[in-house]
């Protein structure tokens, strides 16, 4: 099985604050990673496909980068409603199976 | 707009079953892979298992293989997961999820299904 690890598990941030969350897997997924956001009690939120790919509708200061066993999401200007887990998930191949992350809270500084 | 409605959770005796629902509106259910995805409280995200669009392939997390079976119904819009044999460790919020059309899931609002005596 493809084995996913993000870091940090817990960033501490501020308003204004450039963020950068990093994934990595255990082989590599080729550009087959997504992003996504939740938030307390609500289901997840696609933000990235395609390990670079913004979903519609997701604000510009998301991003995602990387290829093969690292990649990155960056917020360009953590806003208020972006303090959430993060988690990525590669869906390389559905046999053994797609595997997420094991997030990471974005919280307040 | 892509709406997925799950249904079906609830509390339930361990080594017993349920079957969770999850209906399907805004697209054309028929031309996508369904997931069922669970969290357990507190955690992280954890594929359970995915059905082809036309139901002819089905995959699952050997944490569940043997125990649950996913299907789905295209003249319904409907997607399900039997789940026999339930366990403590079982308990989660239960989510259905359509493959995204360039990749990634969307998601429903999910089911909590607890695991108890």
């Known amino acids: 099985d493809i084995q996913m690890t993000q870091s940090p598990s817990t960033l501490s941030a501020s308003v204004g604050d450039r963020v950068t969350i990093t994934c990595r897997a255990s082989?590599?997924?080729?550009?087959?990673l997504a992003w996504y956001q939740q938030k307390p009690g609500k289901a997840p939120k696609l933000l990235i496909y395609?390990?670079?790919s913004l979903e519609s509708g997701v604000p510009s200061r998301f991003s995602g980068s990387g290829s093969g066993t690292e990649f990155t999401l960056t917020i360009s200007s953590l806003q208020p409603d972006d303090f959430a887990t993060y988690y990525c998930?590669?869906?390389?191949?559905?046999?053994?199976?797609?595997?997420f992350g094991p997030g990471t809270k974005v919280d307040i500084k | 707009q892509v709406q997925l409605v799950e249904s079906g959770g609830g509390v339930v005796q361990p080594g017993r079953s349920l079957r969770l629902s999850c209906a399907a509106s805004?697209?054309?259910?028929?031309?996508?892979?369904m997931h069922w995805v669970r969290q357990a409280p507190g955690k992280g995200l954890e594929w359970v298992a995915v059905?082809?669009?036309?139901?002819?392939?089905?995959y699952y997390a050997d944490s569940v293989k043997g125990r649950f079976t996913i299907s789905r119904d295209n003249s319904k819009n409907t997607l399900y997961l039997q789940m026999n044999s339930l366990r403590a460790e079982d308990t989660a919020v239960y989510y259905c999820?359509?493959?995204?059309?360039?990749?990634?899931?969307?998601w429903g609002q999910g089911t909590l299904v607890t695991v108890s005596s």
């Open positions: 998930q590669q869906y390389n191949s559905y046999s053994p199976g797609i595997t």
């Open positions: 059905i082809w669009y036309d139901g002819s392939n089905k």
């Open positions: 805004g697209f054309t259910f028929s031309s996508y892979g």
């Open positions: 999820a359509r493959d995204g059309a360039f990749g990634g899931f969307n």
């Open positions: 395609k390990a670079s």
């Open positions: 082989q590599s997924i080729s550009s087959w």
